[in-house]
């Protein structure tokens, strides 16, 4: 069988998000399977680096599909730009050796949140951006911040009830900067837990506005109790910005 | 009478444009005054500097109306921006002498016209982009351009078919430059004609792509036939972008 390595980007706002769920046709993957499965005339089964909630945007999602053909990349990336919606955008179709594998091969994940900081409307990204118009004390969330990178357990920063998995990951960065009215906060990780991102990024607003100090994160990240941490940032403002192999 | 002046962006993505039509209740003017109305519990006009076409944007769009109390700009200003919808924004609200008038004060405005030049697809700024993937020569396109620039006839250059007002319009520049995929056109003068900037966008891209020479669009400046200037793009890449007084 041969393996294709598909990278593509989308607008997250009227999906579902991307992982197939039981009669849910409004996911990202069931839409590129049932396009792809259109144009191979034959069923297959795309494997994301990761899923993503409904609601987050991907600047850049990368999966793997096996296919009993030989594709000619360049007429199915046409074929599939023609006929996906205008929110899923192929970026690159490539064969990759068999052994491949979008999520397990995957070795560092970056997103980015992106905060609309003004009383100002947000007109034109308002598909993209979650408004919080309240100041902000961008030293005290930067400060906070730097408390995650490094190796820890991130139980208390996931919704995952799954205690089977390890909740331990890597941070190797977080920045958080200004550029006029937007806040951008990116982290970049070995990889993430469920809702690992919303929730960090939801700590530090809480840490920014002060209704939390940084020595309450960092106790939530010595207890391991969700309640310890902050709130679940919306989806809105969240992209999946790069994925490394 | 007291006189305001409000300052607002919108997305024309689903708006019959800026200006009431008979029974049409989908654009932007209606939208405003019917919420003005809700507020101010009084019936207002308000005049724009000038009409937008339907799919058309505005980063900024300028406007004033009458109205029979003083006003406190802040509260309605705050009232506005939580009543108006999210495509709607107001940006500024203040008293300004009786003399002001939106349309008839106005002493230049700046439209951008927004190109997606590439294959790969645009998947964010879709409602903002009129997407052109095939090549295009900027520097005839710029050389073209400079036979604009100056007092000129328009007459080619709108579907106007109103004779009785002057066709003639100053436009002090045209700039064309390149951002990545996006190609942005940029347009300042006195004043616009019905569907000027989509005319002369349109006439560019046939000079960019080569089916117009620049010589082409001399002869339709003089002859002031419409039939020889080029197509009238689409209205989602287009900008209102500045407004002067």
Same mark, same amino acid.
């Given at each position: 069988m041969a393996n294709y390595k598909l990278t593509f980007c989308y607008d997250g706002s009227r999906y579902r998000g991307w992982q197939n769920q039981n009669n849910v046709s409004s996911t990202i993957q069931h839409k590129m399977e049932s396009?792809?499965?259109?144009?191979?005339?034959?069923?297959? =089964?795309?494997?994301? &680096?990761? +899923?993503?909630?409904?609601?987050?945007?991907? #600047?850049m999602q990368v999966a793997n599909f096996h296919c009993g053909q030989d594709l000619e990349p360049a007429r199915i990336l046409s074929q599939l730009r023609h006929q996906l919606p205008q929110d899923i955008g192929v970026l690159q179709l490539e064969p990759v050796p068999e052994s491949f594998h979008a999520r397990l091969s995957c070795t560092g994940k970056t997103y980015r949140y992106y905060l609309w900081n003004s009383e100002e409307p947000c007109v034109f990204q308002r598909k993209y951006r979650t408004v919080y118009p309240g100041p902000l004390d961008l030293a005290a969330m930067r400060n906070a911040s730097s408390l995650f990178t490094g190796k820890h357990d991130f =139980?208390?920063?996931? &919704?995952? +009830?799954?205690?089977?998995?390890?909740?331990? #990951?890597?941070?190797?960065?977080?920045?958080?900067?200004?550029?006029?009215?937007?806040?951008?906060?990116?982290?970049?990780?070995?990889?993430?837990?469920?809702?690992?991102?919303?929730?960090?990024?939801?700590?530090?607003?809480?840490v920014g506005s002060g209704e939390k100090t940084a020595e309450d994160l960092s106790h939530a990240l010595e207890s391991?109790?969700?309640?310890?941490?902050?709130?679940?940032?919306?989806?809105?403002?969240l992209f999946l910005w790069n994925v490394e192999y």
């Open positions: 396009v792809l499965k259109d144009i191979l005339h034959e069923e297959v =089964s795309i494997q994301a &680096s990761g +899923r993503t909630d409904a609601g987050v945007h991907a #600047r =139980s208390a920063f996931t &919704s995952s +009830r799954n205690k089977k998995h390890s909740s331990v #990951r890597t941070i190797r960065e977080i920045t958080i900067s200004q550029d006029g009215p937007e806040i951008i906060l990116e982290y970049s990780a070995d990889g993430f837990l469920y809702n690992m991102v919303r929730i960090l990024t939801g700590s530090l607003i809480e391991g109790v969700r309640a310890d941490a902050g709130f679940t940032a919306p989806p809105q403002g």
